[in-house]
């Protein structure tokens, strides 16, 4: 069965600094990746997401980029984190075009 | 564009009545609708979807979800709620790779 992980699961960061979240899914190949911050415990914002090795493509432009060097990690980073990138981020993975599956999520606060 | 409405934000519900979570959708096309739960400092977990077919789409946990194109509708049902049952859903609409999640509806069960 599909598996997918993230960490860390919670990180307290200063302001200017910068970021690595880790994603990775097992039990898969090939699968779709996804990055959303969630703010506030509502809803879902859909950062990136990744259709195949070194294929990014962004939804909104932001102080995060997105990188995918193996076909099941998908990695967020900031070269110096915002107040304002503080949130809960969900990475997901999906088999095509089916239905999305999520990680655990990490916590970021930015201090 | 797709979109997805969620129109409540909270919803409460005495244990062992029956719950409704509401959800309308706007896409050109036939829909890919899904059901997620959410419960505190988690992921979204998967509950159900709906393709094609029949319009009553079972799901995990005991929900359940009835596909209307006419009120373009997808509303998540419970015949008897639990008190656990009580947390974070989103409704999704997905045409290919491109999701859309409503802004969410936190449902709170009362023993």
């Known amino acids: 069965s599909q598996t997918i992980h993230q960490w860390p699961a919670t990180l307290v960061q200063p302001v200017g600094s910068p970021l690595s979240l880790e994603c990775t899914v097992e039990?898969?190949?090939?699968?779709?990746l996804y990055w959303y911050r969630q703010a506030a415990g509502r809803g879902l914002q859909l950062l990136f997401y990744?259709?195949?090795?070194?294929?990014i493509s962004s939804e909104v432009p932001q102080n995060l980029s997105a990188s995918r060097p193996q076909d099941r990690q998908f990695i967020l980073s900031s070269k110096k984190l915002l107040l304002s990138d503080s949130g809960f981020y969900l990475c997901?993975?999906?088999?095509?075009?089916?239905?999305?599956?999520f990680g655990p999520g990490t916590r970021l606060t930015v201090l | 564009a797709q979109s997805v409405a969620q129109p409540e934000d909270q919803v409460n519900v005495a244990e062992g009545n029956p719950l409704t979570v509401k959800c309308t959708y706007s896409v050109s096309g036939n829909p890919y609708l899904f059901w997620y739960v959410q419960y505190p400092n988690r992921g979204l977990q998967f509950l159900l979807k709906y393709i094609t077919g029949d319009n009553l789409v079972k799901g995990s946990y005991g929900f359940e979800a009835e596909f209307n194109k006419s009120q373009t509708s997808f509303h998540l049902k419970k015949p008897s709620a639990l008190v656990s049952d009580s947390a974070l859903y989103f409704c999704?609409?997905?045409?290919?790779?491109?999701?859309?999640f409503g802004a969410g509806t936190r449902l709170t069960v009362k023993p």
């Open positions: 997901a993975w999906s088999p095509l075009t089916d239905t999305q599956y």
């Open positions: 039990g898969t190949s090939n699968p779709n």
């Open positions: 999704a609409v997905s045409r290919g790779r491109d999701m859309r």
């Open positions: 990744s259709v195949g090795i070194g294929q």
